[in-house]
């Protein structure tokens, strides 16, 4: 089993800045992709940020040139670092493992980023 536990959503203006943790613990295989979905009430759940273990970083078109994602593979833990935000941005953001290999996916209990104007 793959446990995944999200941190360091919240409140905050829009213009803000804000980073998410996720910590990955269990049964991880390599190779594996490590990303941020979010979703808002009413639509479906969409890809924000994508990292594999040798990296290679991709971003939704929405967010590309404000947040960064990382990674520190030693400690499992992805990172999502998220400039200048906007009201459009507020969701509940989930974290997400793959396991390229055996093609199964992980995912966190999410949490909530709300960005007021």
């Known amino acids: 089993q793959v446990q995944l536990v999200e941190s360091g959503g919240g409140l905050v203006q829009a213009g803000g800045s804000l980073r998410l943790s996720c910590t990955a613990s269990?049964?991880?295989?390599?190779?594996?992709?490590m990303a941020w979905y979010r979703q808002v009430p009413g639509n479906q759940r969409e890809l924000v940020a994508l990292?594999?273990?040798?990296?290679?970083?991709n971003y939704a078109d929405s967010v590309k040139g404000r947040f960064t994602i990382s990674r520190d593979n030693a400690k499992n833990t992805v990172y999502l670092q998220m400039n200048s935000l906007k009201p459009e941005d507020t969701a509940v953001y989930y974290c997400?493992?793959?396991?390229?290999?055996?093609?199964?996916?992980?995912w966190g209990q999410g949490t909530q980023v709300t960005v007021s104007s």
């Open positions: 997400n493992l793959q396991s390229i290999l055996k093609r199964t996916t992980y």
């Open positions: 269990g049964s991880i295989f390599s190779p594996n992709g």
């Open positions: 990292i594999y273990t040798g990296g290679s970083p």
